[in-house]
T-cell receptor, first 115, second 112 residues
Framework: NAGVMQNPRHLVRRRGQEARLRCSPM?????VYWYRQLPEEGLKFMVY????????ESGMPKERFSAEFPKEGPSILRIQQVVRGDSAAYFC?????????????FGQGTRLTVV | AQTVTQSQPEMSVQEAETVTLSCTYD???????LFWYKQPPSRQMILVIRQEAYKQQNATENRFSVNFQKAAKSFSLKISDSQLGDAAMYFC?????????FGAGTILRVKS
């Protein structure tokens, strides 16, 4: 049973370009969470998705950021017109339905560098 | 807003000795879960131990145990018989609704 798979592991973008980060949850998990880790900080919640639904996006910046989890395929975190401040590690986690008390399994993250 | 505070940016321990990492949190929920995650240089987030708030008994996983003080909203991690492989960043987290709120982390260094 493969774990949570994120790709790419490293992504370099120039300012103004778009970044697309992919996350394939563990088999049998229908819930996906995205977190951002800035240097020297803990992980900050961004968005919680189920298949075809955004459940909680309270941690998403209002502009340039979007996320989806289609019926087929991986979850995508999209950052448009990237700026240097978007440089961070982005982690995806998945869980069975309902996180409360369940273990959220994390991917290895995508390190985004904006130059 | 829910907050999780780790007041020790960095800790050191001698191999084979015991170290305690501190964590406090703030919540108005009556039922919630608390976690300690380990993040080695590979960046993989690894669950170390989990505590259910309604359980008074402190959770234990091999060399890792917690001291959960619900009234004080304190959740410290004790690592016994420290090993070189324990060196990592440790994050305390509290589950609120459907999200985990993390502390800023404590770097643990293990000296041989």
């Amino acid at each position: 049973n493969a774990g949570v798979m994120q790709n790419p592991r490293h992504l370099v973008r120039r300012r103004g370009q778009e970044a697309r980060l992919r996350c394939s949850p563990m088999k049998g998990h229908s819930h996906v969470y995205w977190y951002r880790q800035l240097p020297e900080e803990g992980l900050k919640f961004m968005v919680y998705l189920q298949k075809e639904n955004i459940i909680d996006e309270s941690g998403m910046p209002k502009e340039r950021f979007s996320a989806e989890f289609p019926k087929e395929g991986p979850s995508i975190l999209r950052i448009q017109q990237v700026v240097r401040g978007d440089s961070a590690a982005y982690f995806c986690a998945s869980s069975p339905p309902g996180l409360l008390g369940s273990e959220a399994f994390f991917g290895q993250g995508t390190r985004l560098t904006v130059v | 807003a829910q907050t999780v505070t780790q007041s020790q940016p960095e800790m050191s321990v001698q191999e084979a000795e015991t170290v305690t990492l501190s964590c406090t949190y703030d919540t108005s929920e009556s039922d919630y879960y608390l976690f300690w995650y380990k993040q080695p240089p590979s960046r993989q987030m690894i669950l170390v131990i989990r505590q259910e708030a309604y359980k008074q008994q402190n959770a234990t996983e091999n060399r890792f145990s917690v001291n959960f003080q619900k009234a004080a909203k304190s959740f410290s991690l004790k690592i016994s018989d420290s090993q070189l492989g324990d060196a990592a960043m440790y994050f305390c987290a509290c589950e609120y609704g459907n999200k985990l709120v993390f502390g800023a982390g404590t770097i643990l260094r293990v000296k041989s």
